[in-house]
């Protein structure tokens, strides 16, 4: 298959080795204003994949990511955030790397050159058609995911995915492709940095919008957030003064009754009436 893989094109920047460090960082922040711009061309197709995303999550699906080496790890990342962000189960947003989780530290050679793990990894969770899984690779070509989408599709499992390569085998074999050209990257074929970058944000959209519209969310605080540390705690009561009017001491009291925002609101509400 013939199709232009800019992620692996030659730099805009050459001699990077005898540039000074101010050069060096002023280039890189350079390219990686192109990145936001390049994310927006692909609002389009991110609405498509969040759109039947919500639907199956309302309806008790799950969100996966899957994806190898820096793009696994995003998905990892991103899953892992939910939770606490915006108080869901641990196994509504889940990410699966090549090569287990320690390829999350530790790179495991070959792992991404699979082409039957991938589905083994998603069987590992009964995956079904109440699902969505998103495969991420910045190529587009990584068999690992690419062999995982295909057997979803099969399976009738609805199927997006993450890439920076237009026409690549990837963005073929997605339902929903969401493809982000960010161009070559300031180290020749480094995609740890633009791509890397676009698909964080992605990611970001994606699972914050979903949670919107799962109700997660209330005005624009994370009502549903876990209070795991002194800061989270805080910022709690500092949303319940703000929300209900209420001194310190009162919204203190709610949390250490009530255990979290949401819950606070709604039974000092139910007091009030």
Request: proline content about 4%; aromatic content about 4%.
């Amino acid at each position: 298959m013939n199709f232009t893989k800019t992620t692996e094109q030659d730099s805009n920047y050459n001699h990077l080795d005898k540039m000074n460090i101010n050069e060096l960082l002023t280039n890189i922040n350079n390219e990686d204003k192109t990145v936001a711009e390049a994310v927006e061309k692909a609002i389009p197709n991110i609405e498509n994949l969040v759109t039947p995303a919500v639907s199956k999550l309302r309806d008790g699906g799950r969100l996966f990511y899957i994806g190898a080496g820096t793009s696994g790890r995003l998905g990892i990342l991103d899953a892992s955030e939910c939770p606490p962000t915006f108080g869901v189960p641990f196994d509504l947003v889940i990410g699966l790397i090549a090569g287990g989780d320690i390829a999350i530290r530790k790179a495991v050679e070959n792992a991404e050159d699979s082409k039957t793990q991938g589905w083994k990894d998603l069987q590992d969770y009964n995956i079904s058609d109440k699902d969505v899984v998103v495969g991420i690779a910045a190529s587009g070509t990584t068999p690992y995911v690419i062999s995982a989408l295909e057997k979803c599709n099969e399976k009738g499992i609805i199927t997006g995915c993450i890439t920076c390569n237009d026409a690549s085998p990837l963005a073929l074999t997605a339902k929903y492709p969401i493809v982000v050209v960010v161009g070559p990257e300031f180290v020749t074929g480094s995609s740890r940095m633009k791509a890397g970058t676009a698909q964080k944000m992605v990611l970001n959209m994606i699972t914050t919008t979903i949670m919107i519209q799962l109700g997660k969310v209330k005005g624009n605080k994370m009502v549903d957030m876990q209070l795991s540390n002194n800061k989270l705690v805080d910022r709690g009561h500092k949303m319940l003064m703000k929300e209900l009017n209420i001194e310190r001491p009162i919204a203190e009291t709610l949390i250490k009754k009530y255990g979290n925002v949401r819950n606070a609101i709604n039974n000092y509400l139910l007091e009030k009436e």
